[in-house]
């Protein structure tokens, strides 16, 4: 198969359970997406990424063309050789960590300037150079260069920033149609901005459905709006989005927030937060968010979950990995940046098992009677 | 099988092919031993660890008496628990970190009293209380508490510091056959000292065989002196050793020490050098020391050895783990730490094919040969 294509498989409420055909492999959903920012998902092997089950990985486009650069990944071989990864890999467009990591920056309508965070040397993005820069990467699933609308905007500012966008989601497409490194069955995916007004997200959702996406992405979203916000927005967004194509919300989020928008019928999500809260000592478990460091781990011999498929969390006592953390040792941070991506992936899985079940609210109201009632009961 | 015994299974010239059968599994010799401070092979799962080929992994008694404490391991299950480690573990005696780490020290015939690098707080470590500390641990081999003479020292301070270390020895003997958390099968190690003077290496070896040990080790090198001298110490003092007994040089050491301490009858060996430089970007392989930080790896599609078995040196690039190093990602130093455990876990057992064909020394002549020839030719 060297075709791009979603199957919706079976819906709940809004919900869907679904499987996106690539060439380098099917993508069940809802599916969530490991962050691989300079081509590593950090402190995890690309086999073990694999074995939690996750189907694809993301790359960050900002990143990877700093270090090593677009054209020296494609010399060798692609970002899938690259990083050992052979399942499908989407990039984001550059443009979100251009506005949040970037100096100096200095937004054109033809393109974005900016000095590199690294070594302060300068670059141009367009919405062009960012396709050709995805393609030289291999990436599977490529999205448009966007402005991510800071929050909060007025009305007026969320307009212009939307509709510049959408002038820029069509010369990604035209770029997306030409690259001469494009490869058959790769996909490009639209990103739907607008902050928080339904208005725009609808204007933007059609534009977008005019020009014409093999998925629809929710961009401006957990950037500072809060949870209740972000479903508000959710719950008028999602449904302007056509149901025969994938739907991705962008940077998103922690358990809660997954089960919130699937259930609003969201299908990809990516967010680095259970790979760098692993890092800092945090790990999830179906008991909710348990902070390692404390000191009330330290001499507690029961695992983060002894029911786990995944060795991290089954196969260490808490007490071991609160010793690791205090000793700054990297199996610490291997073992929760483990933990938490094999957790993201199981909720993701029974999440999907629970629409194709026609189960899903009961499956919720488990859920979170089982994150409220906490970490286990005190030793 | 609840002792502890070696087999002595072939012989060539000086080089010994053997066996220690111990009750956590056998430990064939000549065998290197990965270096888990503080209760972890850094950036090493220990499947992995056990998967390049180890038998054994060395715990340290300073590192874990001041974190997470002795005690603390032993209400935890032991430091086989605490770390997944099922096979043998050897802990050292503490001593050699007191005079290398610890701040404020005072030496005197009853115990050493030291300050925590990490907090400052008092400790006093005499040759019972280590005893007593490694068997709290689970230590299937012991080391008895001694004094590592520093480098250069008189024959008068040498033999000052040896006699020390053997009344220590005996004490320490005496402490482990009274020790009530001692288990079944689990084994001391006396440590031969006097510095770079043959007849007190003798007189401490002899005095060693008369108190009567499972296994010899060879202490108060690797401390500066340089290979040369090194090799001339273990010239005379390797011969002084039982031949019914596994034979240990503490701390050592590169590739080629170690292919020329096994020339000398060595059995056993322990170093920080392969995770370390490892960490450091620094990768061992057939054809010497890489080091990946160099401009010249980062377009290289190349592994470091297609012919490894190990994943790390055969499927990723060097511009790839160049990448990695350069952009400090945890993913360089888990890669760098595997392969260089698993070389040189694949150097001891080609060194034990070779004592046991006969052939050690053509292995030799073309180890040296391939370890001249450097890196790969430049691109």
């Not at 990103?191 to 959702?205: F, H, M, P």
């Not at 056509?242 to 358990?255: A, E, F, I």
């Not at 007490?319 to 909720?347: C, D, F, R, T, V």
């Amino acid at each position: 198969m060297s075709s791009f294509t979603y199957d919706l498989l079976a819906e709940d409420g809004a919900a869907r359970r679904g499987v996106i055909h690539t060439p380098r492999g099917d993508i069940q959903t809802p599916a969530f997406m490991p962050v691989g920012t300079a081509g590593t998902v950090k402190a995890l092997y690309t086999d073990q990424v694999k074995e939690t089950g996750a189907d694809i990985v993301l790359g960050n486009t900002y990143h990877l063309m700093l270090r090593p650069g677009a054209e020296e990944v494609a010399a060798l071989g692609g970002l899938h050789s690259f990083m050992n990864w052979q399942g499908p890999i989407l990039t984001d467009s550059g443009g979100f960590q251009v506005m949040s990591l970037s100096k100096l920056r200095k937004m054109t309508e033809e393109a974005v300037t900016f000095q590199s965070h690294i070594d302060g040397s300068s670059y141009e993005l367009s919405p062009e150079r960012s396709i050709e820069i995805q393609c030289l990467l291999g990436a599977d699933i490529q999205m448009v260069l966007d402005e991510c609308t800071p929050f909060p905007a007025t009305h007026d500012e969320a307009k212009y920033s939307m509709h510049l966008s959408t002038r820029w989601a069509q010369r990604s497409k035209d770029a997306f149609k030409a690259q001469a490194h494009r490869k058959e069955g790769q996909a490009l995916f639209g990103i739907v901005q607008g902050s928080v007004y339904e208005d725009l997200r609808q204007t933007s959702a059609s534009a977008l459905q005019e020009i014409g996406f093999d998925g629809y992405a929710i961009g401006g979203l957990a950037v500072g709006e809060g949870q209740e916000e972000m479903l508000r927005v959710l719950d008028f967004t999602a449904p302007m989005l056509p149901k025969d194509r994938p739907r991705y919300l962008m940077g998103v989020g922690t358990p809660d927030d997954l089960v919130e928008a699937v259930s609003r019928g969201i299908d990809m999500f990516d967010c680095v937060m259970p790979t760098r809260s692993g890092r800092h000592g945090q790990a999830f478990t179906r008991f909710g968010k348990v902070n390692l460091k404390n000191a009330r781990h330290a001499n507690d011999p029961r695992p983060l979950d002894e029911t786990s498929t995944c060795p991290a969390a089954r196969d260490y006592s808490r007490a071991y990995l609160h010793h690791l953390l205090k000793n700054g040792e990297i199996l610490g941070m291997m073992l929760l940046s483990w933990n938490n991506i094999a957790y993201y992936q199981s909720l993701m899985a029974d999440l999907r098992g629970a629409i194709a079940a026609g189960d899903l609210s009961s499956f919720v109201a488990g859920f979170k009677a089982e994150q409220a009632a906490g970490d286990l009961t005190p030793l």
